[in-house]
């Protein structure tokens, strides 16, 4: 069993690794072989090639990504979360604001963002408020269905046994949201990054949207391939750093 495990779970990772590379092969020799432009369509190699000679200057933008990402991230979890708590104790409020939430996912944020960048500025604030926007609905949707989904029969117990409505919260209804709170927390982990870029790309003179625009002007196709591998690899880490906390708190809540 153990061995027929381990043999899944290396095709799981085998498998696309190989297509990966066949599609990269193909895509490289059709270049060649049909002579496509530079401008028009790069190949795999010159991408790398020029990936590699600008590695200072894209280093420069990808750190200011990933620290627009990072705040705006951490920003839009604690809205998230708090909001959800919010609405959870006061239904009113929950009956109140619902419609706004609805709506407020409705605005395209590329829609919004000038207004943001008139009201703040081109510095962090407006990004930031970006990212919140972005991430906060599904963090909060999600915990909200946590908390509903609570065991009733585990509630009625504890509510029976003189169990005030704060231990309630804290030791059933908030523990049973925890595995819903990370479904919400690794789409927000992408639409963040996802938000970072869109931020940076309509004004920012630093950050990978920022290069992507000015290699956009500069008919570089390679600039503005090697911008999405960085920001796809970026969102794959922060999805992957989510999973990998997910599985240590659970295993941790196994152990209780």
């Known amino acids: 069993m153990a061995s027929n495990s381990n043999a899944r779970s290396w095709k799981n990772w085998l498998l696309p690794i190989g297509a990966a590379i066949l599609f990269l092969v193909l895509w490289q020799l059709a270049t060649l072989i049909f002579h496509i432009p530079k401008w028009m369509l790069p190949s795999p190699v010159e991408i790398a090639t020029e990936a590699y000679d600008s590695f200072p200057r894209l280093w420069g933008h990808t750190v200011e990504t990933v620290r627009t990402t990072i705040v705006g991230f951490a920003a839009g979890v604690t809205v998230g979360i708090m909001l959800a708590v919010l609405l959870h104790f006061f239904p009113l409020v ?11 996912q409705n605005v395209p944020i590329i829609a919004l963002a000038p207004l943001l960048m008139l009201w703040f500025g081109f510095g962090l604030l407006p990004k930031m408020i970006m990212i919140i926007i972005v991430c906060f609905f599904p963090i909060t949707l999600s915990t909200l269905n946590g908390f509903a989904q609570t065991d009733t029969t585990l509630y009625n117990y504890m509510l029976m046994s003189g169990a005030n409505k704060k231990q309630l919260f804290w030791k059933l209804e908030l523990p049973h949201a925890v595995p ?10 992408v639409y963040s990054v996802m938000a970072a870029f869109i931020a940076e790309w309509l004004g920012s003179n630093i950050g990978i949207g920022a290069y992507m625009i000015i290699a956009k002007s500069a008919f570089r196709a390679d600039r503005v391939f090697i911008g999405i591998v960085i920001i796809v690899c970026l969102s794959m880490v922060v999805y992957g750093l989510i999973v990998l906390l997910e599985k240590r708190l659970t295993r ?3 152990k209780v």
Request: a positive charge; aromatic letters at 20%.
């Open 94 to 104: 929950k009956i109140t604001l619902y419609p706004f939430l609805i709506i407020s």
């Open 180 to 189: 819903f709170l990370f479904s919400g927390l690794k789409i927000s982990a």
């Open 252 to 254: 941790w809540r196994g």
